[in-house]
């Protein structure tokens, strides 16, 4: 394949230094690695700005920068949901309900919490799901990456991807989470810096919003006008699956269970750090939308064969936008955001499928007397491991026509059920160990058999029938644990003290300023949700 055009040398020394900088920090950390909490959870002792920012960083990934923009081409301002109502409420959850449980209880990672809770064959099977969907999506950061500086630069997809994978297998390998979140707070900085400007010159060079506008199919600038009815969006589906496959089991399944994003509030230095921490993260999420879906309408604006020519996916949406407005020297700067960005989520990944194998399966299964030092061995390997088998995964990656679609199909497999389980096990203290075990069996089987089982054409597009499978699986999810609930015998109460919530000690902050309270800030976050759902209806 062609480059677009070529970087000069000036594009090189701004990535060259990038990559001297990251593996730098992971040599400077290595000396504050001396314990298991210190490589897994940077020793509960980061401020929550820095965990905020490395909590979105974090998901600022692939996914993100290459999937969101492709979308935005595709779909228009209807993409936003995944942000405003895919992300933004179960992030207050989170911060408000669940950290209590995840903190206090200093569980190391969400299996650890569900063995608490229910039991040790619970905790297993959503180590092992966890375990292979992580390795699963860290690949989609190596391709997106690979794909971007092979259509960019004209480095091959090989190259692209060994150099990325060897970079963050050392600095994530020598100073571990600490590594992770300090890279995470550099690269969100970073990936800001190297992609506004694309908005800001695109929108000037449309005439503004409404000229914009004027370019693009109708209802293309609307959230939830055209929702009543499927038929009359291109999104195929209408707000009820939005709202509840998407708002409420997608988004709650990934921000409130998966370990990627919560390992990052458990560095936090307290609880109440712990809960600040996704909803400082949510102030910033709102805005995300400015740095990837306006730039997919721009890209659609000012280049309408895309999506519909074969040397024109989606996908090439932001690329094609970087070769348009960037000179050379500004394209390094952007190539190192973008090369930020899927680090960041590949590292994330990594740094979790470290911490489930090296806690919730090597020590759980394999060896459970070793010494601290060991368990940090065996997480060093663990990481390299991890990146080769995302190496492995880049190229399976390869083979699917969508990233986005790729992610929601294994998001709906593993974290709608696991939602389920963790709703009624924190709400429902009569929830049976069995009943969370055979629960969360049943979601995850029928996900899977529902989409190899129902026709494709079923649905109108890969979103709606990936809303609609998670609607079903954490609804199956539930439905199984209840009735299994009724007929199994209980935990006693005085062992689910601090796990259920009718069982906690709610943290009280009266003392302190409303700046400073997660409830007051969360119900800011709120407000501006509302808002901004209103302004763009």
Known sequence: MHALFHANAVDYIIIALYFVFVIGVGFVLRSRVRTGEDFFLSGRSI???ITGLAFLSANLGALEIMGMTASGAEYGMLTTHFYWIGAIPAMLFLGIYMMPFYYVSKVRSVPEYLKLRYNEATRAVNAIAFAVMTVLTSGISLYSMALIFQILIGWS??????ISAVVVLVYVGLGGLTSSIFNEVVQFFLIWAGLLPIPLIGMHSLGGWNGMMARLPQGFGHLWQNLGNPSHNPMGIGWLGVVLGLGFVLSFGYWTTDFLVVQRTLAAKDLRAAQN?????????????????????????????????PNMSYNLALPLLIAKYYPPGMLGLGLTAMLASFMSGMAGNVTAFTTVWTYDIYQAYIRKDASDKHYVNMGRWAVVVGVIISIGTAYFAAGFPSVMDYMQTLFSFFNAPLFGTFLLGMFWKRTTPWGGFWGLICGIASAFLMYFLLPANMFTSPDAGNFWRAWWAWFITVAVTVLV????????????QGLVYGLSKRPDYSGYPWYKRPGYLAGIVFVILVGLNIAFW
């Open 47 to 49: 401020p929550a700005w």
């Open 485 to 496: 609930s009724l007929f199994t015998k209980r935990r006693p109460l005085e062992e689910l």
């Open 277 to 309: 921490t996704p909803i400082y993260a949510a102030f910033f999420k709102m805005i995300v939308p400015i740095l990837v879906i306006i730039p997919g309408l721009i890209a659609l604006a000012i280049f309408p064969k895309i999506g519909h020519s």
């Open 157 to 162: 997809f090989t190259t692209s991807i060994l």
